[in-house]
């Protein structure tokens, strides 16, 4: 089993998915932040795959 997440940032074309889309950002804090939360979220404390879109 590989265990994978996302990240994604902005976007032209994904403004449309999202309201707050012009805020999302791709940098190191957002990247760490995002990490965290997607850990939380899947109740471990590791990923294999991160990727970022």
Known sequence: VILA????????RSSY????AKVLRVDAANIKES????????GTDYIDLLQIH
């Not at 998915?17 to 707050?20: A, D």
């Not at 990490?35 to 899947?42: D, H």
């Open 35 to 42: 990490v965290e939360k997607s850990l939380k979220r899947l």
């Open 17 to 20: 998915i999202r309201e707050n």
């Open 5 to 12: 997440t996302k990240v994604c940032g902005y976007s032209e």
